[in-house]
């Protein structure tokens, strides 16, 4: 699956703007939908790069939350694995859309197990 088809899926299921970046968080690609107004999103695109002490890692954890109160939206960070478990790349979502819904956890949990296989 190539940048654009992955960031579109992304965007169709979760319904908010996505950002793809490598394991390094350098940026690949994100949706034309962006959230403009947040500062964290904005430093994401402009410097091609999200800090890592801007996010709250936890090893064992596929979905992870941005933790800054600079954040006008709610984000997360959804690793990607490929199908022997090594993680590719990491998709960035803002919900400036909409607030995150129950079954978007569900969604952001399928996405980083299985997108390689779209």
């Known amino acids: 699956m190539n940048i654009q088809k992955i960031l579109r899926y992304a965007y169709t299921v979760l319904e908010n703007p996505a950002a ?9 690609g994100h949706t034309e939908n962006m959230a ?10 402009h410097c091609q790069k999200l800090r890592q002490e801007a996010l709250d890692f936890e090893a064992d954890t596929n979905i992870v ?12 960070v959804i690793k ?14 803002t919900a400036c859309n909409r607030p995150f819904l129950a079954r978007d956890f569900e969604n952001m949990r399928l996405i980083s197990e299985n997108l390689w296989e779209q």
Do not use: C, M, P
Request: proline share 0%; no cysteine.
């Open 20 to 28: 793809l970046a490598d394991t390094d968080h350098h940026l690949l």
């Open 36 to 45: 403009e107004d947040d500062i964290l999103w904005n430093k994401l695109i």
């Open 65 to 76: 939350f941005l933790n800054s109160r600079s954040l006008k939206y709610e984000a997360a």
């Open 80 to 93: 990607l694995f490929d199908g022997d478990g090594l993680q590719y790349g990491n998709l960035i979502v």
